[in-house]
């Protein structure tokens, strides 16, 4: 009962805080030093639980509540604390390419399978379809259910600048796909190329002798092994570039921001929730999948990506928790990247939803024909999605451009991208978990064993 004592003080004080902010949201007055009072009280009982659980997973969410409060009590400190989570991100940047490319190489020459790499290939994409085209139609079906844009009338005098983005058709996505210059794709932080790189390596590498194929094996494996533990390290810091990320985004837009556009945003979150609960728990079902465990051990990655808006900073982390989930590491090395540029299930919902948002918010009606093409246009063109700056924008304004929809609806969806991009963010990570474990169920690779033991937090 004692060690339950943090959790059951803190929860008390998060509901005194909650029931307080309810009773001055309905016009009975409550002294504002007593709703900060309450709010700090709060806030202190979850810095004494992450003190008494002494995790990074629990720290991580502590700091997000933290930020929370710098942003909301202190914005103009808030705005300045970027530079933060700025330092965060390019520390995790550094990691994604050498890991990649020594775990994706290590995998296919490590077996010298090549049969089984071509297998995992079409399986994967098979999968990566079938998910993303439920949460496509899972979209439509909830902003069409909520009408989120039906009576949005443009602000007076409203003007939001769009970031500059290029148009790219068929071609140009087709051509981004290919490396130029490793170097260059690894500067870039281009996923996409530095896998195709990695797997043509990897067979390359296969196709030689033992002894010309060892040294560089070993040398894949050990360079695999360092960026896991150089992960580790930078994972020390993760809790203040989380915090400040969340203050930053709070301090700079404000709480306010979201009332205009809350409809839209309640819309899109429960339909991520939805997609959830009716695609990857029936599939993770039907998988046997250890559900509890898997919850655990991806955990950490979905908070980091819901913070930090950025599936990249929780690739490390969502492989090496795979890995510890019974999911081989040649299983993890391949399908997990190759998600990242073509598995993008809260991506892809999000493009469906807000397509229609659009037209709504411009009064235009668009038939249920009309919509349907739109899906399977987005279908298409969300594939490439890695592949493009700016690639939700980009693809969004392409929809919007090829059935003639206005662009200011746009501006105004892009004044809550931040909080959206967390949500969609973390169904990214969490559906490409999902993906290693389903492909290595299919190839019969599970390991069963590690799959049943308690997952370890740190």
């Not at 004692?2 to 309905?26: G, N, R, W």
């Not at 604390?81 to 296919?108: D, E, N, R, Y």
């Not at 700016?390 to 746009?410: C, D, E, K, Q, Y």
């Amino acid at each position: 009962m004692k060690k339950y004592i943090p959790l059951l003080v803190t929860l008390f004080l998060t509901t005194l805080a909650a029931i307080l902010h309810f009773i001055q949201q309905h016009q009975l007055s409550i002294p504002p030093n007593a709703l900060a009072v309450s709010r700090y009280a709060a806030l202190a009982g979850f810095i004494y639980l992450g003190f008494t659980k002494r995790t990074i997973t629990t720290w991580i969410l502590v700091s997000m509540l933290i930020g929370l409060e710098v942003g909301y009590d202190f914005p103009d400190v808030a705005t300045h604390l970027q530079v933060f989570s700025k330092i965060f991100l390019q520390l995790i940047k550094t990691v994604v390419g050498p890991l990649l490319f020594a775990t994706l190489v290590f995998g296919i020459a490590g077996h010298s399978n090549l049969k089984q790499v071509g297998r995992m290939g079409w399986k994967s994409m098979l999968y990566f379809y079938f998910a993303t085209t439920l949460a496509l139609f899972i979209g439509l079906f909830a902003i069409n259910f909520s009408k989120a844009g039906v009576g949005i009338v443009i602000p007076p005098d409203y003007h939001a600048d769009l970031p500059e983005t290029k148009k790219q058709n068929w071609e140009d996505i087709l051509l981004h796909v290919f490396p130029e210059n490793i170097a260059k794709s690894v500067a870039e932080g281009q996923v996409l190329q530095i896998v195709v790189f990695s797997i043509i390596f990897g067979i390359a590498l296969a196709m030689l002798s033992d002894r010309h194929r060892k040294p560089m094996l070993d040398f894949c494996e050990s360079l695999s092994e360092v960026m896991f533990k150089f992960t580790k390290i930078i994972m020390y810091y993760a809790p203040i570039g989380v915090g400040a990320a969340i203050a930053y985004t709070v301090g700079k837009m404000g709480i306010g921001v979201v009332k205009p556009l809350f409809n839209l945003l309640l819309t899109l979150y429960v339909a991520l929730i939805g997609f959830v609960i009716l695609v990857f728990f029936p599939i993770a079902l039907a998988a046997r999948l250890h559900l509890k465990h898997f919850i655990k051990a991806i955990g950490k990655p979905v908070a980091l990506a819901f913070a930090t808006s950025t599936s990249e900073s929780a690739l490390p982390l969502a492989m090496n928790a795979m890995e510890q989930f019974g999911v081989p590491r040649k299983v993890v090395s391949f399908v997990m990247p190759l998600g990242y540029s073509f598995n993008l299930d809260g991506t892809t919902l999000y493009l469906s939803l807000a397509s229609v948002f659009v037209a709504q918010a411009a009064g235009i009606d668009l038939s249920l024909g009309q919509q349907i093409f739109m899906v399977v246009t987005l279908m298409l063109t969300s594939k490439g999605v890695a592949g493009v700056p700016r690639a939700s924008l980009v693809i969004l304004i392409g929809t919007a451009a090829t059935f003639n929809l206005p662009m200011w609806p746009i501006t105004m969806i892009f004044g809550i991208d931040a909080l959206m991009d967390m949500a969609r963010t973390s169904v990214n990570v969490m559906g490409n978990c999902l993906a290693s474990a389903v492909i290595a169920r299919w190839e019969g690779e599970l390991d069963e064993e590690k799959m049943n033991q308690e997952p370890v937090t740190v």
